[in-house]
């Protein structure tokens, strides 16, 4: 095989020749060379140029010579001008640089066609088709024929112009003539058919490609028509297709195809006028019962290309194809094709489905259907909407086609391109939907027969329905009752459960479909059906008998029931229905398998909607009943009774559903879980499940005290913090046994916080019961700042995708090691990491935590002495320690003292930790006793403090003399007191302060007994407890009593005054009264009035979180009436540092409503807001007095004056409060006004912010005091509570 050949594959996968051959005849002149980069000589060598050329002016000669020779002479010169032109295209690697090309690609083309009909003239078919194969094939030397034929194979492949001389040289025709000899007439077999069959492909190839070149074009389609040569070989591949040449099956259906692409109207009209598609379809009828079916598929497919493409141009072979039954033909076709495999036949099988779909929508009118709309739909859906642009059905029978197949076949195969060719015809527009489903009802009959389909067909069919209601968000009412009556019947239980899936997938989509299902009775169906099964189930637990088959009917019964829990999702009248039904004793016989209990849980969970004690105690119930080895299903209640938590009505169903003791019976089923090694069944648990036990368990119990005080006082008052220690520290992990080995030195100390680092973040080895350990104190510590139930908590602790299951995770190898999940939570929330807010400019303000859960305090100091293990004596005490310093930095701030004084943390240390106190050398002596002494100084019960004194003093040893305790005092120093009064006394001189610096250490003083030594350290302690903690100026060293208001943790917290006045019209009823006193009050006060009050701000809000201290806001509202008004207000804004005054009448509304500044409701001459600013007055931790008098003058102004510590702020005048709330400028005779206030911020104004200050004694006054009366209150100092009737007395003792 020569070069020329070898290139052609290569040049048939061109890009460049690919877009050529496809250019109209009006784009001509821009065409490019088809088969070559370009002619341009630039790209070749020299020599290549030269070769080129001198082949150019050859070519020239012959054509000026060769009107002067004999066709013969013609012939022969031409012929030896071929191999030099072959030549040249070889060594230029298929470039052509040939000015004359269309010349020559005429003259070759023409000598070709002119061999090809003298083969032809005059012999018989058979002989006929021999001699084009001698013509055209190389045997031995090169022929003429093999020849031409590569010579025009590579000129049909350069350009258009090219390509239309070779058209025009009547070439078309003839090769037309050779395909349907070689077509038609197999060649007889001989004995050298393995050497030529290599010639023959050669020779088809090039042959089949000049045709696809030039029957792309329609000069080359009409050429054919003027030969008449097109309607034979058509009927020919519809008639002989059993007898034909089968080499050349495949390349006269490309050959065909690629005709029927560029049929014209003439062409069209010669087919018509021949009857070729009639002609075809009866003979195919013929064949369709004896071919195979995948030749059937082939001959058929080739037909009903010429009847699709000719339709854009005209219908006429349309129509002629419908005439002559057309569609009956492709139906019985398309039946025949039932039960073949996948792959055979496939590609013809379904290029005539696709050309079926494509001919539904060929037709002249518009399908007219009136809107049938069933009520109700989707809130989106508009059925105007559906309406666009995209290809409509207007071709019923084609459809009715493929619904008929669909109907009668069972195929797989063939159903599922059935229902794929649906889902493209919506697709191509939403209202083909419409048009159908108004007209033949396809979906609606298929859902009759597609219980008889194969699974993947129903599988794919409901997916069909549902996509109806997803990318349509229409509901086909019709249907879904049809597919609601199937999943009655059951007939095919696996088509059961594919259609319920589909509904449930719909459920999901739109609340509506909850009140549909409830309606239609699918509701009621389903419960019923799961009342059968929860039978069935009960009967199975209590006896012998066999439960229902694992499989479809367990499946089916797990996607009713999520079908059903769906259903009751949000819906509160299906929960109802749920509950009249009398389901909820069967619903919980589901729970027990695990692959019913999310959907259970989920149903319960809507049930807790109209009745939280009905959920609480099934879950609680199902909790305390479940099993040692039930150990998922105590999870998966836990996790659901978390989410209940979440909302603050559920808190009381739960604490009178004993559900704070259920969860506390979990921790003392789990006792000895974590011993190391395990024992009993434990063994058989991972360690980390246990953990993952205990982490939810305590969530639940942290969810259930959150933001709850009564709650937080049960579990308070009934000792089940107690209770939570003695559960926790009888798990395993705590030491139990009363005797350890003596205190050690400690060389390092570290943070518990390094701990956490240390076990869970790092290579450190760690023993497993110091993990364990650990890992509950975390949970505790958690719980003391009231995050452990978040809601992050829970997300990070779900496992990913990748993850093992916790299944997989269980056994005794898993017991080392901790899961992931809680390794991520530790990286998620670093132990260190307790500070509330995350910009760094508010850090420094919440450096003290905030304890919520004081009593998780408690349960840390009684698992503290049990921070213990044999062998570990060195890490045991260092724990120890590091928890001890935790405890105690918990305590710092006064706020924080005050809550555990109130939960008895002090007396919780004197009887969990006397080891301690009683051995003076203990690592927890020193943290413990700076514990208990910032407590003590704070608040401590009589009991305590005598148990504290009586720490290791035997009733029978008396006291020593009181003069060796003085003389011991004064030159000893224990580091606790030295800690305290250091911490508390900087700036304080102390004058036995070098004397104490150089004592001696009381264990070391040989002369002191134990019993001294003690004695000592409680005197000690003793003087720490009653020190000031904080030294200021003598005159504010002690605090008034204050009510303290901290907007970081709700954003709001306010006082409440109820009522001030109540302006009465004549005729209102004489039992509405207001103020205080006999009788009504008159607002506003006809003479003015004052506020005083003694503030102290801690922490002011950052700037950009500014929350104004508001002391006073009065509001007031007409009867009958919806509006209420601020009338007076007085803050303080930390943004400008200045005192802000109104008397506006603003609207009483949330912040993010609020009317904007400056829009007055009554306009007025004087100002109805004045500010003063307060410069460096004011002070943090500081006790401040602020005055502000309002003095009202005769024309509705006042003169309103403001003092900070006796100091003049500022005075001005401006617009007195008005007689009526909002715009009102008269009352009804029975109306009246009530007046009430708030100091601080009310809830409708929440703003969280690190804003914290305290309100001391605050008086508010009906009238405008004076200077002097002002200076007085100011002296008394805020420690002064009473009644200014006789103050003479202390301000003299004062002075």
């Known amino acids: 095989m020569d070069k020329a050949t070898e290139h052609m594959g290569q040049l048939e996968d061109s890009p460049g020749k690919a877009g050529q051959q496809e250019q109209s005849p009006g784009e001509v002149d821009k065409a490019e060379p088809l088969g070559q980069p370009a002619h341009s000589k630039d790209e070749l060598p020299q020599s290549h140029t030269l070769q080129w050329e001198t082949l150019g002016r050859q070519f020239v000669e012959y054509e000026q010579v060769a009107p002067f020779l004999i066709p013969e002479e013609q012939q022969r010169r031409l012929m030896d001008f071929l191999p030099l032109f072959l030549k040249a295209w070889e060594q230029s690697a298929g470039v052509i640089v040939f000015p004359n090309i269309q010349l020559l690609a005429s003259e070759v083309s023409k000598l070709l066609t002119k061999e090809i009909k003298k083969n032809l003239n005059g012999k018989p078919a058979e002989e006929a088709r021999l001699a084009l194969e001698q013509l055209l094939q190389q045997k031995g030397e090169v022929e003429d024929g093999c020849l031409l034929l590569k010579s025009v ?43 030529t069959s290599e010639n023959q492909t050669q020779t088809q190839e090039m042959l089949v490609k000049i045709m696809l070149n030039m029957y792309r074009e329609e000069q080359g389609v009409e050429e054919l028509l003027a030969a008449d040569k097109l309607q034979s070989l058509i009927i020919a591949t519809a008639s002989l297709w059993d007898q034909c040449n089968r080499s050349w099956k495949v390349p006269t259906g490309r050959v065909l195809r690629t005709i029927s692409k560029a049929q014209t109207r003439n062409s069209i009209l010669y087919l018509q006028a021949v009857d070729c598609i009639k002609i075809a379809i009866q003979n195919l009828f013929k064949l369709a019962d004896t071919l195979p079916a995948c030749d059937v598929c082939e ?8 009847v699709k493409d000719s339709y854009p141009i005209s219908s006429v072979l349309l129509t002629e194809f419908e005439n002559n039954d057309g569609y009956q033909l492709l139906l019985k076709v398309l039946l025949r094709c039932e039960g073949l495999q996948q792959n055979e036949g496939d590609p013809y099988l379904n290029e005539i489905l696709d050309m079926l779909t494509c001919l539904t929508t060929c037709g002249k009118t518009e399908l007219k259907v009136s809107g049938n709309i069933v009520h109700p739909q989707l809130p989106h859906f508009d059925f105007e909407r559906t309406r666009s642009s995209g290809m409509t059905v207007k071709n019923l029978q084609a459809f009715q086609v493929l619904q008929s197949i669909f109907q009668k076949s069972n195929d797989q195969h063939l159903c599922g391109r059935i229902l794929g060719a649906i889902g493209t015809i919506w697709a191509w527009n939403m209202v083909n939907f419409f048009l159908l489903e108004w007209t033949l009802q396809p979906i609606n009959k298929f859902t009759d027969i597609i219980h008889f389909k194969p699974h993947p067909v129903q599988v794919q069919f409901f997916r069909l329905v549902e996509s109806i209601v997803l990318d349509l968000s229409y509901i086909p009412h019709e249907i879904l009752k049809k597919v609601q009556y199937l999943i009655k019947e059951n007939v095919v239980p696996i088509c059961t459960l594919t259609a319920l899936r589909c509904l449930l997938s719909m459920t999901k989509k739109d609340p509506l479909f909850s009140d549909i299902f409830r309606d239609s009775g699918l509701l009621g169906l389903l419960l019923a059906l799961l009342r059968k099964q929860a039978k069935i189930l009960r009967k199975s637990a209590g006896t012998q008998l066999p439960a229902p088959e694992e499989g479809t009917e367990k499946e089916l019964n797990a996607v009713m029931l999520k079908m059903v829990a769906a259903l009751t999702l949000g819906s509160v009248r299906n929960t109802v229905v749920l509950k009249d039904y009398g389901m909820v004793p069967y619903i919980k016989i589901f729970l027990d398998d695990e692959c019913y209990r999310s959907a259970t849980l989920s149903i319960l969970e809507q049930l807790s909607v109209i009745n939280y004690e009905e959920y609480m105690s099934i879950v609680i119930g199902a909790l305390c009943s479940s099993t040692q080895g039930e150990l998922n299903l105590k999870l998966d209640l836990l996790k659901s009774l978390l989410r209940i938590l979440e909302s603050p009505k559920s808190h009381s169903a739960f604490r009178t559903c004993s559900g704070f003791n259920g969860l506390l019976s979990l921790l003392s089923d789990m006792e000895g879980a974590l011993q190391d090694p395990p024992s009993g069944l434990w063994a058989a648990v991972g360690q980390n499940r246990i953990m993952e036990l205990v982490f939810y368990t305590l969530q639940g119990i942290t969810a259930a005290l959150h933001l709850d005080p009564v709650n937080s006082d049960f579990f308070q008052r009934n000792s089940l913090f107690e209770k939570m220690a003695e559960d926790l520290g009888s798990l395993g992990c705590f030491w139990t046994q009363r005797e350890w080995q003596n205190p050690l030195s400690l060389e390092k100390k570290r943070t518990f916080a390094e701990f956490l680092d240390a076990a869970f973040c790092s290579s450190e080895p760690f023993p497993a019961w110091l993990k364990n350990c650990i890992w509950i104190l975390n949970f505790l510590d958690h719980m003391v700042k009231g995050t452990l139930h978040l809601e992050s908590y829970f997300t990070e602790i779900k496992p990913e995708v990748g993850e093992p299951s916790r299944d997989d995770q269980e056994g005794p190898e898993a017991q080392e090691e901790h899961p992931v999940a809680f390794k991520r939570l530790v990286n998620k929330l670093p132990a260190s990491a307790y500070r509330l807010w995350e910009n760094p400019e508010e850090k420094w303000e919440m450096r003290d935590c905030v304890i919520v859960h004081p009593g998780a305090v408690c349960v840390m100091v009684r698992l503290l002495p049990k921070l213990y293990k044999e062998g570990h004596s060195q890490l045991s005490q260092e ?9 105690q930095s918990l305590v710092k701030s006064e706020k924080s003292r005050q809550v555990m004084c109130g939960s008895g943390l002090l007396s919780t240390i004197i009887a969990s930790c006397q080891d301690a106190f009683h ?19 704070q608040s401590i019960e009589p009991d305590v403090l005598r148990q504290f004194l009586w720490l290791g003093r035997p009733s029978s040893i008396p006291s020593r003399p009181s ?10 120093e224990s580091d606790s007191s030295e800690a305290a009064l250091n911490e508390g006394s900087k700036g304080i001189t102390v004058d036995n302060k070098t004397a104490l610096q ?6 070391t003083s040989p002369w002191l007994s134990k019993g001294s030594a003690l004695a000592l350290q409680t005197a000690m302690s003793l003087i720490s407890m009653t020190s000031p903690r904080n030294f200021q100026l003598c005159s504010t060293s002690l605090a008034p009593s204050f009510v303290e208001f901290d907007m970081s943790m709700e954003g709001y917290g306010c006082l409440y005054l109820p009522t001030l006045a109540t302006v009465m019209g004549p005729g209102a009823e004489q039992s509405v009264s207001g103020g205080i006193g006999m009788g009504t009050r008159m607002f506003p006060p006809s003479s003015g009035l004052t506020l ?20 006073l806001t009065v509001i007031r509202h007409m009867a009958r009436t919806e509006q209420e008004f601020v009338c007076f207000s007085i803050s303080f804004s930390p943004q400008d540092h200045s005192l802000v005054i109104s008397t506006e009448e603003v609207e009483f509304q949330p912040l993010d409503i609020m009317e904007p500044e400056g829009e007055v409701l009554n306009p007025s001459l004087f100002p109805g807001q004045v500010q003063f600013g307060c410069g460096k007055l004011l002070v943090t931790g500081q006790w401040h007095h ?10 509705k102004s006042c003169i309103v004056s403001a003092y900070i510590n006796g100091q003049t702020l500022g005075s001005a005048k401006m617009r007195y409060l008005q007689p009526l709330p909002g715009s009102y400028i008269s009352m009804e005779p029975s109306s009246f006004v009530d007046v009430y206030g708030y100091i601080a911020t009310p809830r409708v104004w929440k703003q969280k912010s690190s804003l914290t200050w305290r309100l001391g004694p605050t008086y508010l006054f009906e009238e405008a005091i004076s200077v002097e009366t002002m200076e007085v209150i100011n002296k008394l100092g805020p420690r002064y509570c009473s009644n200014f009737q006789a103050v003479q007395l202390q301000v003299s003792r004062f002075r």
């Open 1092 to 1111: 005083s009050c003694w503030f102290l701000v801690s922490k002011f809000g950052v700037v950009h979180n500014s929350h104004p201290v508001r002391f």
């Open 919 to 937: 051995n003076e050398s203990h690592p927890l002596h020193l943290p413990l006793t700076r514990v208990f002494e910032k407590l003590a100084s």
């Open 879 to 887: 724990i120890q320690c590091a928890v001890a310093d935790h405890i």
């Open 1186 to 1195: 602020l005055t502000v008098t309002v003095a009202k003058e005769a024309k």
């Open 963 to 972: 003069t060796n305790r003085t003389k011991v005092l004064s030159c000893q």
């Open 998 to 1003: 150089t004592v001696v250490p009381l264990s």
């Open 153 to 195: 194979y590579l000129l049909s492949q350069t350009d258009v112009r090219t390509l239309w001389n070779i058209i025009g040289s009547g070439l078309p025709a003839a090769l037309m003539q050779c395909l349907y000899l070689f077509f038609t007439f197999p060649p007889k077999k001989t004995s050298d058919d393995g050497e």
């Open 299 to 306: 001959a058929v497919s080739i037909i009903l290309c010429f």
